[in-house]
C-alpha cells in the first residue's frame, strides 16, 4: 500500500496566517491526491482534487500544489472558520486509497 | 441537492453482525460509484472499498475482503455496507461517500454521508 506522512501532525497559528501543510507520498501518485477537511462531529469535506482543483464553493483562500510524492495545502490567510482537521488521500490507479493521518489546525 | 443519510449507530456483541444504510437523494444513483470509508477511534481514515451501483460490482481494500459485503438497492437508491463476524477492533465510524466523477472508481469523493458508528462490545 501507498503510505501517505502527512505533515505537522498539528498547528497553531494567528488569524491572518499563511499556513501550510504538507503530504509525501511512499511512491509516486501523480495528480492523484484530495485535500478534506473535517471539522468536530461532522463529515469530511473535499477542499481540492486532482492535487490543485479547487472544489466548487470552497474559497479561494485555500490552495494545493504538487505531483507525484510530494503535495502542499496551503491557506493563505487563516480564518477563524478553518480550525479543522485536515487530511490528505491518493487515489492513483489500485486501492487502497490511503490518507494521511491528520494535521489538527488551530487558532493562536 | 445531493445528500447521503446513513443509519443509525449500533452496538453490536463480538461475532454478531451489523448492516450500514446509505440513502441518497439529489442525483442519479447508478451514476456514481459508491465508496466506504471508516475511522477507528484515535486511527486515521481507512478506504474499505467501492460498489459500482449499476452492476453491483464492487472491489475491496485486501484488509476488508474477509468479513465485508458491499450491496446496494438501485429501487430506493440505497447502498449497503455489512460486516459480519465481528470484533471489538471493528469499533468504528464508518462513512459512505460518492464518487465526484461519473463513471469512475478511483477518484475525488465530493460528498459524504454523516457517518455511523458501530460498536463491538460484550
Known amino acids: 500500500d501507498i503510505q501517505m506522512a502527512q505533515s505537522p501532525s498539528s498547528l497553531s497559528a494567528s488569524v491572518g496566517d499563511r499556513v501550510t501543510i504538507t503530504c509525501q507520498a511512499s511512491?509516486?501518485?501523480?495528480?492523484?491526491l484530495n485535500w478534506f477537511q473535517q471539522k468536530p462531529g461532522k463529515a469530511p469535506t473535499l477542499l481540492i482534487y486532482?492535487?490543485?482543483t479547487l472544489e466548487t464553493g470552497v474559497p479561494s483562500r485555500f490552495s494545493g500544489s504538487g505531483s507525484g510524492t510530494h503535495f502542499t495545502l496551503t491557506i493563505s490567510s487563516l480564518q477563524p472558520e478553518d480550525i479543522a482537521t485536515y487530511y490528505c488521500?491518493?487515489?492513483?490507479?489500485?486501492?487502497?486509497?490511503?490518507f494521511g493521518q491528520g494535521t489538527n489546525v488551530e487558532i493562536k | 441537492q445531493v445528500q447521503l443519510v446513513q443509519s443509525g449507530a449500533e452496538v453490536k456483541k463480538p461475532g454478531a453482525s451489523v448492516r450500514v444504510s446509505c440513502k441518497t437523494s439529489?442525483?442519479?444513483?447508478?451514476?456514481?460509484?459508491l465508496h466506504w470509508v471508516r475511522r477507528a477511534p484515535g486511527q486515521g481514515f481507512e478506504w474499505m472499498g467501492w460498489i459500482n451501483p449499476t452492476s453491483g460490482d464492487s472491489k475491496l481494500a485486501p484488509k476488508f475482503q474477509a468479513g465485508v459485503t458491499l450491496t446496494r438497492d438501485t429501487s430506493t437508491s440505497t447502498a449497503y455496507l455489512e460486516l459480519t463476524s465481528l470484533t471489538p477492533d471493528d469499533t468504528a465510524t464508518y462513512y459512505c461517500?460518492?464518487?465526484?466523477?461519473?463513471?469512475?472508481?478511483?477518484?475525488?469523493?465530493?460528498?459524504w454521508g454523516q457517518g455511523t458508528l458501530v460498536i463491538v462490545s460484550s
Open positions: 461517500a460518492k464518487e465526484r466523477t461519473r463513471g469512475y472508481s478511483n477518484g475525488p469523493t465530493d460528498h
Open positions: 439529489g442525483y442519479s444513483f447508478t451514476a456514481y460509484y
Open positions: 486532482d492535487a490543485s
Open positions: 511512491q509516486g501518485v501523480s495528480f492523484h
Open positions: 488521500q491518493q487515489y492513483d490507479s489500485l486501492p487502497p486509497y490511503t
